[in-house]
């Protein structure tokens, strides 16, 4: 039994798989759900849904369709980057809610489909993320979703409920975190 004021070394541990699908995946469907809100305060106002997802916070700020974009294109490319596979790809364009929410699936889809065990061994994988100018940079898989992909996502995530919230939308903090949630393994 430990003394008073001795320290006790405790250590968790965490898959690369854990710390990225396993995020993820809830969250993207979390943001499904703020795309049904968005639906349903349109419909109730008699607004065009499109006007929603014009929306941005600053002038020099992604709207809420592009922020949706970015939040999937970097599950997208961290899952495929980690895994050594090729990212899911749609088409260019304007998407409406239900094509969101279908991309939405689809990226849940494509994260839940990489092998668990080949991201969890990319921990000292050498990534090279290719931003949308073309430039790069190089990443361990560790570095690349604890630095960088992970803190991306939830910026896109956090800003789309923002603008949905700024725009009227009744919202609450539970609608961003989603159902409480056991821990994985349980």
Known sequence: ?????QQIECMMTISLH????GVYVPYLENLAGLLDHAAAYAAARKI?????????????????????????RHVILSCALLAGADPLTFPAGEPDIAELKSR??????FAES?????????????????????????????????TFSVPQFFFHVAT??????HAGVDLAKKDFLGPPRAPAGN
């Open 1 to 5: 039994m430990p003394r008073l004021g």
């Open 18 to 21: 854990e710390a990225s699908v």
């Open 48 to 72: 065009d849904p499109a006007v929603l997802l014009g929306l941005r916070l600053a002038p020099n700020m992604y709207n809420l369709r592009q922020q949706i974009g970015e939040a999937k």
């Open 104 to 109: 939405i699936a689809a990226t849940i889809a």
């Open 114 to 146: 990489m092998p668990r065990a080949t991201i969890d061994a990319a921990a000292d994988k050498e990534v090279v993320f290719t931003f949308k100018s073309g430039a790069t940079r190089a990443f361990t898989g560790k570095s690349l979703l604890l």
């Open 160 to 165: 789309s409920y923002d603008i949905l919230r």
